[in-house]
């Protein structure tokens, strides 16, 4: 299992955009599809975005499509997300993992990165 690192998260008024930030290590990073996932609380961790290895391919969660872009850097071992158009009910920790579809691979999870969006 790869090494993962979130960052980017913050305060952000509603309307205002974020960059996260997914920073791998200790294994080939280029080999595994990754996805974002977020947690709020009291909720379900539920998927927010997917990319393949290459990169090529990429899906969404319905509530975020259109809005949010997953993007990867394998050279730079890093997914990112670039989320525009926040809306306070995104408020939560969001974490990487490798994925399986709209599913994440493994059970264990780092720290995460918390967004939290102001109405």
């Known amino acids: 299992q790869v090494q993962l690192a979130e960052s980017g998260g913050g305060l952000v008024q509603a309307g205002g955009s974020l960059r996260l930030s997914c920073a791998g290590s200790?294994?080939?990073?280029?080999?595994?599809?990754m996805g974002w996932f977020r947690q709020a609380p009291g909720k379900e961790r539920e998927f927010v975005a997917f990319?393949?290895?290459?990169?090529?391919?990429?899906y969404y969660a319905d509530s975020v499509k259109g809005r949010f872009t997953i993007s990867r850097d394998n050279a730079k071992n890093t997914v990112y997300l670039q989320m525009n158009s926040l809306k306070p009910e995104v408020s939560a920790i969001h974490s990487c993992?490798?994925?399986?579809?709209?599913?994440?691979?493994?059970?264990?999870w780092g720290q995460g990165t918390q967004v939290t969006v102001s109405a």
């Open positions: 993992n490798e994925a399986s579809g709209r599913t994440a691979k493994f059970d264990s």
């Open positions: 200790g294994r080939t990073f280029s080999n595994y599809n």
């Open positions: 990319v393949s290895e290459s990169g090529v391919v990429t």
